[in-house]
């Protein structure tokens, strides 16, 4: 009896258990679905700091910068424009004094002014802490001083570099210094600083260990100033483990703007299941350029008529076409991206430029002394020792995997032993900062408003045993060198000069072939209409906008997008 | 029984003193720098790099003499400090571990416990049953053969897309925080059927075709035989058969519960299901010494934890090893 007893109470318990479990998903106190943006593609691990001054791949956090902190200015790539932000104005008054006003009635959101001693305290924080990666600005700059509460006077040498100032105008965050002051070098440039307090647009909400959320800051100064309202109250950026899910929750409609690199989709787009910037190929904005990193203190890498060679066999259409399946562009041989085509100077790229040519490939090698002397299908070098090369990239990125096979592929074509090899993350890192490869893909450059930006990954100098972030192949050259410093001492306005001086940097790029830039890597973003419309698309004529969530675009136009989104009927 | 389990536990500390060894020794024989990826990784300014590197190198310990940092690695082990991620810095190893671990357990316990269960009870039954045997075993092959992965995305495929009954990733809802309510637990028991059931149908189909070729093996013995010839009920010979045939069956489980703290790689990936697995790549990829070193400890703890247990149920379920031990 007692036993039957246990039974039925048990089946109660669970029909309770079950009861309890429908009702309470039927009164899910869910985040509003017409309140709440889902996006991805920004986060590859858990979070892991809220530092502003670490926006990197390493943070996890995409928004800390852009959504919590904010820049003195935003950056328009697709139209070249400085946006003033935080400040109001800003002007030289001459060559080497700089004058900023900020907006009036901006507050962290802890209720706090935000006022010049903030921006001086920000700046000067790079002066006492070398490790911050604006510190560099202090060579030529001597101080930063406050006038009145909303002036800030920048004091520079008599050879201010412009260009890099320019860049760090939208990319240097303003950070609190009623928060900051009190604490240690450690916590400032590598402390997590959990439970951030900024000025932007959204808050901290929340964080799991596959997503990162933000809530809207409704005191946020530029509602009033700017008339500027994002529409989205919550922002879930999630963290997808592996592209079919990612590509699942898009047509679904569970994720409003997946910003992963997803094969196919160009496939998906032309049915419009998915929405895309452009209607037709590469779909994608050019974000990037994938360069080939030549190693060149390494023979027969240290030949320019051997990497003009290379440049020749590399069949770059089938990278667009079968790598990558339309969504990307092929580069031109300059480098830069089509938003800074304007410092492209077209009569050296005419004269001296390159394109997939295996015949014109084999005429320079021949012409440089390599032949087959073994019979084995592959050219030796003119000393008569074998060549065996390898190209490189981090294994698991499968777009620059194939990209590398194709590489691989048509070196080997061209008479070249060359085989891809795809290392760990680590390995491959550790490889191209101590110089320990043949030739590998890089495409450290952002979007920016200036071609120094490219030229400082392509040229970075001085070559130390390091290269940590550019001229991993250790090409040395003092002429190209100083002309990359002379390009950061112009003026941005001076568009002439810059232009010159690229044209000189181009002429010796195109006769050298240090690297090879061979595709720009896209802005990939695939959007779903079903809750949010109005995204970023080419035909709109507005183009202030970007579709991206990725760390370091909040201020270059991704912000703007989340202003301009309307909700779907 | 002392001296059974007193040989056993030394042998279980010399175990684990060699294997926590290997466990420092292996990631320092990785290619590349962790220190270098780190400050790659981090925005710094590389004209500082060389001076950060040099700081951290010292941060962590790793410009030590390697008998140096072997010492101060026990030291901080048995202090309960693991140190801190390089991967995901500046976040504490335990910190980490304890995040994405509960919901390894949260799906793997049941997932292990139940298809072992079930599949042993099914083998048990089909084995010798005609029918069964021609119709619902080869399943239990197809299931087992199963490349994991493409089992996991069919399934995903079909609940959560076409029929759209389940969700298709994450562990609870994207739309919620983790506020204990019906709702966050109603989420995640939603979350986890797929997961679950894609682990419970591989492993299902293993133990039952591993349970019923060691019944018709255990029908073939000596002792089957002669209590048939003895008239003995066809349900008790069996009964007696599955005693023998689940003895190898509980050491397979033994292995599977050991390294639950491990996760379940591919199921996180197909699922998006947050869990230790992925990470330890991740970890593995970076170089991340102290990430790989905290997770190894803990598979290395929960794998002897397992083999311990599975000891003592051996003396429980085996008499021969009760007569084993009184015979010493």
Known sequence: ?569 | MKRYFGRKLLIYVITFFLAVTIDWLIPRLMPGDPIQNMLARAALNANAAERMYTYYTHAFQLDLPVWQQYLSFWNALLHGDLGISTYLFPTPVVDIIKAAVPFDIFLLLPAILLSWWAGNKFGAYAARTKRLDNTVLPIAYLLTATPYMWLGILLAWVFGIILGWLPIAGAYSYTMGTDLSWAFVGSVLKHWILPFLSLFLVGFGGWAIGMRNMIIYELEADYSHYLEALGAPRKLIRKYAFRNAILPQLSGLALQLGVIVAGALVTEVVFSYPGIGYLILSAIQNQDYFLVQGCFLFIIIGVLLANFLIDIAFVIVDPRTRKGMVGE
């Open chain 1, 1 to 569: 009896m007692w036993s039957r007893n246990k039974r039925v109470i048990g089946m109660m318990l669970v029909a309770l258990l079950t009861v309890g479990l429908i009702s309470g998903v039927a009164v899910a106190q869910a985040y509003e679905r017409s309140e709440t943006l889902y996006v991805s593609g920004a986060a590859w691990g858990p979070a892991s700091t809220w530092n502003p001054f670490q926006p990197g791949n390493l943070a996890n956090t995409t928004g800390t910068l852009g959504f919590v902190y904010e820049t003195l200015f935003n950056y328009d790539p697709l139209t070249n424009t400085m946006i003033p932000w935080l400040a109001k104005s800003g002007t030289w008054v001459s060559d080497n004094v700089y004058d900023v006003t900020l907006r009036d009635g901006i507050t962290w959101s802890d209720g706090h002014a935000l006022t010049a001693a903030d921006v001086v305290y920000t700046m000067n924080l790079a002066k006492e802490h070398e490790a911050l990666w604006f510190a560099p600005m202090w060579n030529y700059l001597v101080e930063v001083v406050a006038v009145g509460e909303l002036g800030v006077r920048f004091e520079f040498t008599d050879a201010p570099l412009y260009q890099e100032f320019d860049n760090n105008l939208y990319n240097i965050p303003i950070v609190p210094k009623h928060l900051w002051e009190w604490r240690t070098e450690e916590q400032i440039t590598i402390g997590a600083n959990a439970n951030p307090v900024g000025s932007g647009a959204y808050l901290y909400d929340t964080h799991g260990s596959d997503r990162n959320v933000w809530l809207r800051n409704e005191n946020w100064w530029a509602i009033d100033a700017l008339g500027l309202t994002p529409a989205p109250k919550r922002i879930v950026d999630i963290r997808f483990s592996s592209n079919n899910v990612a590509l699942g929750s898009v047509i679904k409609g569970e994720v409003d703007l997946s910003n992963n690199f997803l094969p196919g989709v160009a496939g998906l787009a032309d049915q419009g299941i998915v929405s895309t910037y452009f209607e037709g190929a590469p779909y994608m904005i050019s974000a990037n350029t994938a360069v080939l990193f030549l190693n060149t203190i390494i023979a027969p890498m240290d030949d320019p008529a051997f990497r003009k060679a290379l440049a020749y066999a590399i069949n770059v259409d089938d990278i667009v076409n079968v790598a990558y399946a339309q969504l990307v562009a092929a580069a031109s041989p300059t480098g830069l991206l089509p938003s800074l085509s304007a410092y492209a100077d077209q009569a050296v790229v005419d004269a001296l430029g390159w394109s997939y040519d295996p015949a014109e490939a084999a005429a320079v090698l021949a012409a440089a002394g390599y032949k087959d002397i073994d019979g084995d299908g592959y050219v030796e070098a003119p000393d008569g020792s074998k060549i065996a090369l390898e190209v490189t990239c981090p294994s698991g990125w499968t777009d620059w995997m194939a990209a590398i096979a194709v590489i691989s592929d048509s070196c080997k074509a061209a008479g070249i032993n060359l085989e891809d090899v795809a290392p760990d993350y680590g390995a491959w890192n550790t490889q191209m900062q101590t110089g320990t490869f043949n030739m590998t893909l890089n495409n450290w450059a952002a979007m920016s408003n200036t071609p120094w930006t490219l030229y400082n990954l392509l040229f970075r100098h001085p070559i130390q045993a390091q290269m940590q972030s550019g001229n991993f192949g250790r090409y040395d050259s003092q002429e190209l060198f100083d002309l990359v410093d002379a390009l950061a001492a112009v003026q941005t306005s001076d568009i002439a000069g810059m232009q010159a001086i690229c044209s000189d940097i181009q002429t010796i790029m195109l006769t050298e072939v240090p690297m090879i830039p061979l595709w720009y890597n896209g802005m990939w973003a695939q959007f779903s209409t079903s809750t949010w419309t109005n995204w970023p698309l080419d035909d709109d004529n507005d183009p202030s906008r970007l579709p991206t969530t990725w760390s370091g675009y909040w201020q270059l136009g991704g912000l703007m997008m989340l202003c301009e989104l309307e909700l779907a009927n």
